[in-house]
């Protein structure tokens, strides 16, 4: 299980396939609770199956918005690090190969 977290975090690809498999599947249990479910979900004659149902929802919702959040995180860092080693690559390039037209004066 652990393996797989980590596979999951690390990889943006796996992370957002993820996020999107996990909506979907909210989602249709959202669906199919209220239709077909229904009556197996009555709060009043199935009150375990109700609260079940929803925190798995949630559960699963909560899942793919934490990833999400990570995923934003884990842009920006990459976006600050790319920013850093280009400033870095530009300010040691400063002085051109080339001579400039005071030299020549």
């Known amino acids: 299980m652990v393996h797989a977290t980590r ?36 709060r009043r004659q199935h009150p375990g199956w109700f609260i079940f149902f929803w925190f798995v929802c949630a559960w699963l919702t909560l899942t793919a918005m934490f990833l999400a959040i990570f995923d934003l995180l884990m842009v920006r860092l990459q976006g600050r690090k790319a920013e850093r080693s280009l400033s870095r690559k530009y300010s040691r390039d400063e002085t051109p190969d080339w001579p400039s037209t005071r030299d020549g004066e």
């Open 7 to 42: 596979g999951i975090i690390r990889d943006q690809n796996v992370r957002r396939k993820t996020m999107f498999i996990l909506l979907v599947v909210a989602l249709l249990l959202l669906f199919s609770g209220s239709t077909f479910l229904a009556a197996t979900l009555n």
